[in-house]
T-cell receptor, first 113, second 112 residues
Framework: SQKIEQNSEALNIQEGKTATLTCNYTNYSPAYLQWYRQDPGRGPVFLLLIRENEKEKRKERLKVTFDTTLKQSLFHITASQPADSATYLCALASYSSASKIIFGSGTRLSIRP | DTAVSQTPKYLVTQMGNDKSIKCEQNLGHDTMYWYKQDSKKFLKIMFSYNNKELIINETVPNRFSPKSPDKAHLNLHINSLELGDSAVYFC???????????FGQGTRLTVV
């Protein structure tokens, strides 16, 4: 069955360092891989999308890589700040499953001052 | 202006009751979804609709019945509520169905 794993349930790093979150998937051929941020008591908010034919995407301090051979995406936040503390969700969609975005279980990131 | 709004934000009800959650989006998107987020924070898709038409039904018990009167609205009706239905339910929308979903603030349902 299709599976998305974010293999760190929680990540705790020092302010100013780069946070790296991992998303692995199995039995899936995604056309798009997306990252969302979720704060407590709120709905997820879209951050970045990367397509199957792209290797890397950047937006300000965020960088996403996508390796379809390894079936893995890495999500980096450089120069991390306490305000970056949140849960980050990886999400996949494919051409064969229209109108369906499936989510990983998330990584709770804490940035300590 | 709220892009995706759902009501109510909190819902506490007894087992066996029937309840509805309403969702509206003002983004002009064609696709709308319902997701359930359990106590472990796992976000699981329940339904998706495209232009009022049901596309995805992820083996959800038939006590859950979504209704889309038009493409801007997707309501969720739940019959005979059970303790295990307690969760946060999120409505979302997307222009093309596969990318950049916009979520509502969630409805925390507690069944007692």
């Amino acid at each position: 069955s299709q599976k998305i794993e974010q293999n760190s349930e929680a990540l705790n790093i020092q302010e100013g360092k780069t946070a790296t979150l991992t998303c692995n998937y199995t039995n899936y051929s995604p056309a798009y891989l997306q990252w969302y941020r979720q704060d407590p008591g709120r709905g997820p908010v879209f951050l970045l999308l990367i397509r199957e034919n792209e290797k890397e995407k950047r937006k300000e301090r965020l960088k996403v890589t996508f390796d379809t051979t390894l079936k893995q995406s890495l999500f980096h936040i450089t120069a991390s700040q306490p305000a970056d503390s949140a849960t980050y969700l990886c999400a996949l969609a494919s051409y064969s499953s229209a109108s369906k975005i499936i989510f990983g279980s998330g990584t709770r990131l804490s940035i300590r001052p | 202006d709220t892009a995706v709004s759902q009501t109510p934000k909190y819902l506490v009800t007894q087992m066996g009751n029937d309840k509805s959650i309403k969702c509206e989006q003002n983004l002009g998107h064609d696709t709308m979804y319902w997701y359930k987020q359990d106590s472990k924070k796992f976000l699981k898709i329940m339904f998706s609709y495209n232009n009022k038409e049901l596309i995805i039904n992820e083996t959800v018990p038939n006590r859950f019945s979504p209704k889309s009167p038009d493409k801007a609205h997707l309501n969720l009706h739940i019959n005979s509520l059970e303790l295990g239905d307690s969760a946060v339910y999120f409505c979302a929308s997307s222009q093309d169905g596969e990318t950049e979903a916009f979520f509502g603030q969630g409805t925390r349902l507690t069944v007692v």
